[in-house]
């Protein structure tokens, strides 16, 4: 058996009722290096609730990695101190007996905060659903075989899709911007030649959509790239910044599409 | 309970195209009056309510997280089959039947598994044009990997991630629905209970996470696609949101349970490491293509694993199956893994584990080419283990992962409960005894893309609705049920926590009916199941908060499992016969294999509730197999 540790925890604590929190801070003994860092707060949650003290609100689903449910900053990193990783792969043996870990949840304020470390982060759900889709009906499609796609293409068009929609972009990002998410979507789309008919006003209706809800501008930090679990690369929003432009050149004059677009900044970062 | 599988007429490869055509159909202009519930938004119900709402169905769709795309088909890794016989190793759609019913060890509905596997093209087909980034070849067309359980070369796949993909696929093709104004999606809502009216589902109750408000929706039909129960033995593959809530009610309003039993055991996940493990994590069976399974030959042989010489070594699957190797169905590698630990040959601390060997395949191919093909499975066991795979093989134990049993429903997927359909892992249909590998993701969209949008239109055609509004007396019972069972749990003054009862009735699960079962061992689980349970009635402990509270939630789905689980442990008792995933001590060959017993057990078993402290009715849906003759299943 392992030895355990001893830890310090300063938890973001907030009711449904406030309109801000405060740290509170719980010490846990005996923390085992192979727990996760979410079975962690298992235990702690656990004794809190056999003290009759409220345990702490947080989420997870999956545990490895995959759904983008759990979402935390731990020590001030976005998803904790490892690199491209979510909260729930990092392990208690990257910490050390006496550490004091700070844990916050994202703040952005298109995720509004519901408790605790429980944030809302449906506005995601909100860009995808104003053009994030190829439009086709079930039944409809061609044989899956009849266009061919190069294959380094469809590479790049899987390694946008990897995105789980965790929201760590937009958490690391000063702007609050989901460029990341959004380009990465618009990137897979434009990449692939299934999304080529409705490349113009997908990044259109998107960017609208993505302004709208109040997240902010690319001002390349590259903190987004930094955090991402699944290494979303940057040039993904290059990419919707040149699909952005190439549209508003080429739109047809269309009440529907009104001057709005044009708030955009369209910073290009450079393609790797 | 009268049990009319609606199987159509005609040969099998006609049935299905004569289903279609002998449903009726719903007039274009009607389609929006009708109001379909969905409760769950993974591969089944978010393509379900895609294709309906794509018809011009009014769909809401409720699920537990914040976002419908993080339903746990998110974390499937593999890949999903189709018979498109790209590789031209002679697959066919009737290969892929037979390889289904017979990885299934001839437990399910012939007519049921060759319209699935009739369906898979089109499911490909689909994805690819809703920009599914599915793996290629040079020339640009799709690539395939070969899979458990099948000698052909038939799985499309992303990378490790192709559930990811086939649900954003799916997610997406919804939330394009959500935009047009058909569908609504309602979030962080659990549903506890179905409202049944005139016989017919026309509702249900729903718990709002947040607010913690019970909220009633109507509807003319309820479409249930909440996943497996794995996490009855707490520790499985599941996301820790995965439970039998849903399905559970579904049995006490009627709908039949079938086969519980059938559970899967996957093979190769990453073994536990203490008492504080919530979950298991899976590495894909994708990785059996390439790796080769082995344990030393000597008992407790503790040496590194690099200091075991070849002929020290026991590649125990390729020298017991020849002819499948490293590339046996599920619950052959579990068993056989099972087997060699038993004897006292596990590896690693515990002791609980078998190698999972790269080595060769790295020399063969180069690690780059190794990294491509599993590069995520890689990071993910280094993550969890500390241990580089590239390096040193990687250590592998079974675990709970899929569950083939789950609400028996007819050819249109529809339970016994008019009304109420239940659709993917929820249902029971299609994979018998044992799911081979990449079907699981075909069976969810073949029924949510393909089948419900052809099946529940006959339903609405044909049934006649009274009229129903969430102000009936029905749903207010159903609603006063729902709320005194909440209001028990909150003033609840026990000491023992939700995830405590949870932890230990895994335990019992897994000890007493697992990977292997036997009467003694199940008349255990029978005895012990019974006294956690109304311990946790008595003992209970929850934080008092009627608002957002995860420990409430977790006290409902671990009060669901505790009732549930007894009733796993009775059909388990009930097939004395081994097959597939449920094998029984009493019954297997001189090798040790499963022996099937087609004389007594060639049926559905499916359990009737039949009231509070009542012992539930057992009826049987005899199996009729007509175009393949079941045979004794062999690997070797």
Excluded at chain 1, 239 to 266: G, Q, Y
Excluded at chain 2, 115 to 120: N, P, T
Excluded at chain 2, 337 to 346: H, S, T, V
Excluded at chain 2, 497 to 514: A, K, S, V
């Amino acid at each position: 058996m392992e030895k355990g540790f001893n830890i310090t925890l300063r938890v973001w604590k907030k009711s449904q009722d406030e309109k801000d929190g405060r740290f509170e801070t719980y010490k846990l003994e005996n923390v085992i290096p192979d727990m996760s860092f979410l079975e962690m707060l298992d235990v702690l949650n656990e004794k809190l609730l056999k003290e009759g003290k409220e345990p702490i609100a947080v989420e997870s689903d999956c545990r490895e990695g995959i759904c983008g449910c759990c979402g935390l900053v731990i020590n001030g990193d976005v998803h904790g101190p490892d690199e491209h990783s979510t909260v729930c792969q990092l392990h208690m043996r990257r910490f050390k007996d006496g550490d004091i870990i700070t844990i916050e949840p994202f703040k952005a304020s298109p995720f509004p905060p519901i408790k605790d470390l429980v944030i809302d982060r449906s506005a995601l759900d909100k860009i995808i659903s104003a053009g994030g889709y190829v439009s086709v009906n079930a039944g409809s499609a061609p044989e899956a075989n009849s266009i061919p796609v190069n294959k380094s293409l469809a590479e790049k068009a899987m390694d946008a899709a990897a995105c789980i929609g965790c929201g760590a972009c937009v958490a690391a990002c000063p702007n609050s911007a989901a460029m990341l998410f959004t380009g990465a979507k618009i990137s897979q789309l434009a990449i692939l030649p299934q999304g080529n008919p409705e490349r113009t006003s997908r990044v259109l209706n998107m960017v609208k959509a993505m302004d709208f809800l109040g997240f902010g501008n690319c001002s390349n930090e590259y903190e987004c790239e930094a955090v991402c679990p699944k290494e979303i690369k940057i040039s993904n929003i290059a990419r919707m910044n040149r699909e952005f432009l190439r549209a508003n050149f080429i739109c047809e004059e269309d009440p529907e599409m009104p001057l709005v677009f044009h708030k955009s900044t369209v910073d290009i970062p450079e393609e790797e | 309970m009268k049990l009319n599988s609606k199987i159509p007429s005609g040969n099998i490869q006609q049935k299905w195209d004569n289903y279609k055509f002998s449903a009726k159909l719903v007039n274009p202009n009607n389609r929006k009056k009708f109001e379909i519930i969905i409760i769950g938004s993974g591969l089944a119900g978010a393509s379900a309510a895609a294709s309906l709402g794509e018809q011009g169905y009014n769909v809401n769709v409720f699920t537990l997280p914040d976002s419908p795309r993080r339903a746990h088909s998110i974390a499937a890794q593999g890949g999903i089959n189709a018979a498109k016989n790209y590789k031209y190793d002679g697959d066919s759609v009737y290969r892929l039947f037979y390889d289904t019913l017979k990885g299934g060890d001839y437990r399910a509905r012939e007519a049921n598994v060759y319209r699935l596997a009739q369906i898979s093209n089109q499911i490909i087909d689909h994805c690819v044009a809703t920009g599914v980034p599915f793996a290629r070849e040079y020339g640009g067309l799709l690539d395939n990997r070969s899979f458990g359980g099948a000698q052909v070369s038939r799985t499309f796949y992303a990378r490790g991630q192709t559930g990811q993909q086939l649900l954003l696929g799916a997610y997406s093709q919804m939330m394009r629905q959500v935009a047009a104004g058909t569908v609504k999606v309602f979030s962080r809502r659990e549903m506890l209970d179905i409202v049944v009216k005139d016989g017919k589902a026309r509702g249900v109750i729903v718990r709002n996470l947040v607010s913690g408000e019970i909220e009633k929706y109507c509807g003319h039909a309820v479409l249930l696609c909440t996943g497996g129960y794995s996490n009855v033995f707490y520790l499985s593959t599941n996301a820790a949101n995965c439970n039998i809530s849903a399905a559970w009610a579904a049995y006490k309003k009627g709908a039949g349970f079938a086969n519980p039993c059938f559970t899967q055991i996957h093979p190769t996940c990453i073994p536990r490491s203490g008492d504080h493990q919530s979950k298991l994590t899976l590495m894909s069976e994708s990785l059996r293509n390439d790796a080769r399974v082995w344990v030393p030959l000597k008992k407790g042989d503790k040496r590194k694993p690099s200091d075991i010489p070849q002929e020290e070594r026991d590649y125990y699957l390729e020298r017991i199956y020849p002819a499948f190797g490293n590339l046996v169905p599920r619950d052959i590698a579990s068993r056989a893994a099972k087997r060699m630990i038993d004897e006292g040959r596990g590896v690693g601390a515990t002791g609980q584990a078998v190698y999972l060997d790269f080595k060769d395949a790295i020399a063969k191919q180069g690690t780059e080419k190794i990294k491509e093909k599993y590069g995520n499975l890689f990071d993910m066991y280094y993550q969890i283990t500390d241990e580089n795979a590239y390096e040193v093989p990687m250590r592998i134990y079974p675990a709970p992962h899929y569950t083939m049993g789950g609400l028996w429903v007819d050819y249109e997927l529809m339970t016994a409960v008019e009304g109420l359909f239940a659709l993917g892992e929820a249902n029971f249909s299609d994979h018998g005894a044992n799911r081979l590998g990449a079907s699981a993701l075909m069976q969810g969209l073949a029924d949510g893309y393909f089948i419900i949008s052809s099946t529940l239109p006959n339903y609405l055609a044909n049934a006649s609705f009274g009229k129903a509004e969430t102000t009936d007396k029905e749903f207010k019972e159903c609603e006063e049920s729902v709320k005194s069972k909440i209001a028990k749990l909150l003033s609840a003054k026990g000491n023992k926590t939700p995830n405590e009862f949870h932890r230990q009735l895994g335990e019992i699960m897994w000890n007493y009916c697992g990977m292997s079962r036997s009467e003694e061992s199940l008349k255990k689980a029978l005895s012990e199941i019974p006294k956690l349970r109304e311990e946790f009635w008595q003992n209970v402990k929850i934080h008092q908060d009627s608002r957002f509270n995860q420990t409430l939630e977790k006290a409902l789905k671990t009060a669901d499992f505790l009732e549930f689980a007894e009733l796993l442990v009775k059909d388990a008792l009930e097939r004395k016969e081994s097959c597939g995933g449920h094998f029984r001590e009493e019954s297997k060959t001189p090798e040790g294999e499963a022996k099937r017993d087609d004389e007594n057990f060639s049926h559905v078993s499916v359990w009737e509730y039949a009231g509070e402290k009542k012992e539930p009715i057992l009826n049987k849906e005899k199996l009729e197999f007509e175009n393949l003759k079941p045979s004794v299943r062999s690997y070797k």
